[in-house]
């Protein structure tokens, strides 16, 4: 059986664009999520999205996985990005349809 870091990495190498947030894309739990998935759908952009509430292993190995405390948290081409706010900054700032291109 896979590690917990072992399935987020497939999940992560497996999808150019993921979203590991609370809820999902059509309905988010919490208004980071919520935000976060505003920003990728106002883009247009498709993605992959992973409701850390299904499993609490997901849900704290995440963080580890990318060293970053909050959720949401979005990789790109298997890189962490950041939460809402950091998406929010790039995506007032063109950064992240940059990224997307």
């Known amino acids: 059986m896979a590690t917990t870091h072992e399935r987020i990495d497939q999940i992560v190498k497996g999808?150019?664009?993921v979203l590991?947030?609370?809820g999902t894309q059509q309905f988010?739990?919490?208004?980071?999520?919520?935000?976060?998935?505003?920003?990728?759908q106002d883009m247009g952009v498709q993605f992959h999205d992973v409701n850390v509430l299904d499993d609490d292993e997901i849900r704290q190995g995440?963080?580890?996985y990318?060293?970053?405390?909050?959720i949401p948290q979005l990789y790109i081409n298997h890189?962490?990005?950041?939460?809402?706010?950091?998406?929010?900054?790039?995506?007032?700032s063109g950064e992240l349809q940059e990224l997307l291109k």
Do not use: H
């Not at 988010?28 to 990728?40: D, E, T, V, W, Y």
């Open 20 to 22: 590991f947030m609370k």
């Open 28 to 40: 988010p739990m919490c208004g980071f999520s919520a935000r976060a998935c505003a920003i990728l």
């Open 79 to 92: 890189q962490l990005v950041g939460g809402s706010d950091i998406m929010m900054e790039m995506y007032q």
């Open 62 to 64: 995440i963080k580890e």
């Open 66 to 70: 990318g060293n970053w405390p909050t």
């Open 15 to 17: 999808n150019k664009i």
